[in-house]
T-cell receptor, first 111, second 113 residues
Framework: NAGVTQTPKFQVLKTGQSMTLQCAQDMNHEYMSWYRQDPGMGLRLIHYSVGAGITDQGEVPNGYNVSRSTTEDFPLRLLSAAPSQTSVYFC??????????FGEGSRLTVL | GENVEQHPSTLSVQEGDSAVIKCTYSDSASNYFPWYKQELGKRPQLIIDIRSNVGEKKDQRIAVTLNKTAKHFSLHITETQPEDSAVYFCAAPSSGTASKLTFGTGTRLQVTL
């Protein structure tokens, strides 16, 4: 499935804590992105990157930071976790303008 | 940005019947339309996609049709089976960034025996 690996798969945080969700791909794809999935809200784009050194905001970027220092990795950082960030997070990767594939997802609970 | 609307939100069909899910998009420059299937507790999986230079694409029991003039595209599943039960998402790219997908809100398909 295009080799998109996310860690951790599950995480529980307390309000105010910070953490990083990791996403790695081994197919040398240019495009990577992060989505969150909430019941009834579908999949919403948080941040995306069209290549190393290039990132941009999606629909719901507040409270999240990203960086793309290498083609392979695209970590998502939560600076100060809030209960509203309880969600399932999916990383996505693929060739630019090509087929895009999801990682297995990371379920985050913020208490 | 792109706006994608998906209907219906839920769909129940009997095994062997056909199912149709429809999506509309707002950006006339969009040229790539994928469909994803998500089973309970799993990641969305790409099942079929279509580019704007064709009007229809088939892969066994699934097909996608595209009407660029009306800005809508549809997923057709024939001879439905219980394993087709899942949530289906359509998507379209935002203008200027081919891979920046906006998703519909999903259709929960239930295939009953």
């Amino acid at each position: 499935n295009a080799g998109v690996t996310q860690t951790p798969k599950f995480q529980v945080l307390k309000t105010g804590q910070s953490m990083t969700l990791q996403c790695a791909q081994d197919m040398n794809h240019e495009y990577m992105s992060w989505y969150r999935q909430d019941p009834g809200m579908g999949l919403r784009l948080i941040h995306y990157s069209v290549g190393a050194g290039i990132t941009d905001q999606g629909e719901v970027p507040n409270g999240y930071n990203v960086s793309r220092s290498t083609t392979e990795d695209f970590p998502l950082r939560l600076l100060s976790a809030a209960p509203s960030q309880t969600s399932v997070y999916f990383c996505m990767a693929g060739p630019y303008a090509g087929e895009l594939f999801f990682g297995e997802g990371s379920r985050l609970t913020v208490l | 940005g792109e706006n994608v609307e998906q209907h219906p939100s839920t769909l129940s069909v009997q095994e062997g019947d056909s199912a149709v899910i429809k999506c509309t998009y707002s950006d006339s420059a969009s040229n790539y339309f994928p469909w994803y299937k998500q089973e309970l507790g799993k990641r969305p999986q790409l099942i079929i996609d279509i580019r704007s230079n064709v009007g229809e694409k088939k892969d066994q029991r699934i097909a996608v049709t595209l009407n660029k003039t009306a800005k809508h595209f549809s997923l057709h599943i024939t001879e439905t089976q219980p394993e087709d039960s899942a949530v289906y998402f359509c998507a379209a790219p935002s203008s200027g960034t081919a891979s920046k997908l906006t998703f519909g809100t999903g259709t929960r398909l239930q295939v009953t025996l």
